[in-house]
């Protein structure tokens, strides 16, 4: 990316407001609404959905995690008190 960076033609940009979001951009396309495809190619919309873009991990992948799991406490029900759930660690 550095490469990149420093190519004359990205001369202009500063980088670190660019990573900060400080940079207003000058092209904002008009939407009916924020889920709106309308201003993507129907090359790209009229392809058949997949459920990921990545083969699944082979098994010897999966069992080098045998016997882990993991929840994270964003997905846990709020404690009696009203606060998130506690991420479990299992090994």
Same mark, same amino acid.
């Given at each position: 990316?550095?490469?990149?960076?420093?190519?004359?033609?990205?001369?202009?940009?500063?980088?670190?407001?660019?990573?900060?979001?400080?940079?207003?951009?000058?092209?904002?396309?008009?939407?009916?609404?924020?889920? @709106?495809?309308?201003?993507?190619?129907?090359?790209?919309?009229?392809?058949?959905?997949?459920? %990921? *873009?990545?083969?699944? #991990? $082979?098994?010897?992948?999966? @069992?080098?995690?045998?016997?882990?799991?993991?929840?994270?406490?964003?997905?846990?029900?709020? %404690? *009696?008190?009203?606060? #998130? $759930?506690?991420?479990?660690?299992?090994?």
């Amino acid at each position: 990316a550095d490469a990149i960076k420093r190519h004359p033609f990205f001369k202009q940009i500063n980088w670190a407001k660019l990573d900060r979001r400080e940079i207003e951009s000058k092209f904002k396309p008009q939407v009916k609404c924020p889920k @709106s495809i309308e201003n993507f190619d129907k090359i790209w919309t009229d392809q058949p959905p997949e459920d %990921s *873009p990545c083969a699944t #991990p $082979g098994s010897h992948i999966t @069992s080098m995690f045998k016997g882990f799991t993991f929840t994270d406490a964003n997905l846990l029900p709020l %404690s *009696p008190d009203g606060n #998130p $759930g506690h991420a479990v660690f299992h090994s």
